[in-house]
């Protein structure tokens, strides 16, 4: 079993910054990729970012490309996202997930979740 408790949201202007960490217990995680993913109200679960475990390679969604940067400490059990350039549209909930085979896409195939951390941006 793999734990996830997320930690850092809050409320932001625009244009601002904010860093997201995720800590994980469990043994299994260092092998884990690791993903965010936000939702916003009446919205579905959006991939954000994942890193493999290796911290060599790591994936983006297209509305955070070259705003976001995903991050682990495996040595910390924790990952990061470093959020930029904030904008009302990232405004949702936030939530860390792992994952036992592979990086996906789709919120559906992650197999371990944290109960998230509400990111709100204010214009």
């Known amino acids: 079993q793999v734990q996830l408790v997320e930690s850092g949201g809050g409320l932001v202007q625009t244009g601002g910054s904010l860093r997201l960490s995720c800590a994980a217990s469990?043994?299994?995680?260092?092998?884990?990729?690791m993903g965010w993913f936000r939702q916003a109200p009446g919205k579905e679960r959006e991939f954000v970012a994942a890193?493999?475990?290796?911290?060599?390679?790591?994936y983006n969604g297209d509305s955070v490309e070259g705003r976001f940067t995903i991050s682990r400490d495996n040595a910390k059990n924790t990952v990061y996202m470093q959020m930029n350039s904030l904008k009302p549209e990232d405004t949702a909930v936030y939530y860390c997930?792992?994952?036992?085979?592979?990086?996906?896409?789709?919120?559906?195939?992650?197999?371990?979740w944290g109960k998230g951390t509400l990111v709100t941006v204010s214009s």
């Open positions: 469990g043994r299994p995680y260092i092998r884990y990729p």
């Open positions: 997930a792992a994952r036992r085979d592979g990086v996906s896409y789709s919120s559906t195939e992650w197999d371990y």
């Open positions: 890193i493999r475990w290796s911290g060599s390679v790591t």
